[in-house]
């Protein structure tokens, strides 16, 4: 299953709204999750199934869609907010991620 | 407090083969499994495979299937990862990360070892 992540980078301000896309080529369900990267570090999981926060992370970030399509919302970025961020199916194997938002500091 | 502690950064030929070393603490390490994922410099995740801790079973990415082996330890709560027949786009980052224990739970990766480069070159 091949997902799809746009757009590749965003460019925003602190205080702004983020909104970043997954499509997959075919229906994954809800197995679907999200991760943060940030330079030098391991990824963190951000969202799971979905739209599932993980434990310890901020009410600012959700995660919605079905199927095919999508969506992780950071809602007023914070600075420790700009990093890469990924999407991970986990319907079929092999798990396969997307490509990678880069939300940037504008 | 859950920990996934990796060995330490690896150069080698090519041809030659790695194996690194994911040391667990913190959870009880036979109700998980590990995923193993790495990242080649500037590039994204790419899934290398997945083995469940209590019993050993694997899936591992079609494109490595031969040269890789992930194994488990239980009574020293370690995951190893092997990688032979090394080339230089095996350079990366190799991570191993706590997941599921069976098929319907895997894939939710919600702690991360810290990563162990490897380096690939003549």
């Known amino acids: 299953i091949v997902l799809t992540q746009s757009p590749a980078t965003l460019s925003l301000s602190p205080g702004e709204r983020a909104t970043l896309s997954c499509r997959a080529s075919?229906?994954?369900?809800?197995?679907l999750v999200w991760y943060q990267q940030k330079p030098g570090q391991a990824p963190r999981l951000l969202i799971y199934?979905?739209?599932n926060r993980a434990t310890g992370i901020p009410a600012r970030f959700s995660g919605s869609g079905s199927g095919t399509d999508f969506t992780l919302t950071i809602s007023s970025l914070e600075p420790e907010d700009f990093a890469v961020y990924y999407c991970q199916q986990r319907s079929n194997w092999p798990l396969t991620f997307g490509g990678g938002t880069k939300v940037e500091i504008k | 407090q859950v920990q996934l502690v990796q060995s330490g950064a690896e150069v080698k030929k090519p041809g030659a083969s790695v194996k690194v070393s994911c040391k667990a603490s913190g959870y009880t390490f036979t109700n998980y499994g590990i995923t193993w994922v790495r990242q080649a410099p500037g590039q994204g995740l790419e899934w290398m495979g997945w083995i469940t801790a209590h019993n050993g079973y694997t899936k591992y990415a079609q494109r490595l299937q031969g040269r890789v082996t992930m194994t488990t330890d239980t009574s020293t709560t370690t995951a190893y990862m092997e990688l032979r027949s090394l080339r230089s786009d095996d350079t990366a980052v190799y991570y191993c990360?706590?997941?599921?224990?069976?098929?319907?739970?895997?894939?939710?990766?919600?702690?991360w070892g810290q990563g162990t480069l490897v380096t690939v070159s003549s």
């Open positions: 075919q229906s994954v369900g809800s197995f």
């Open positions: 199934d979905a739209s």
């Open positions: 990360a706590r997941d599921g224990s069976d098929t319907a739970a895997a894939g939710n990766l919600d702690y």
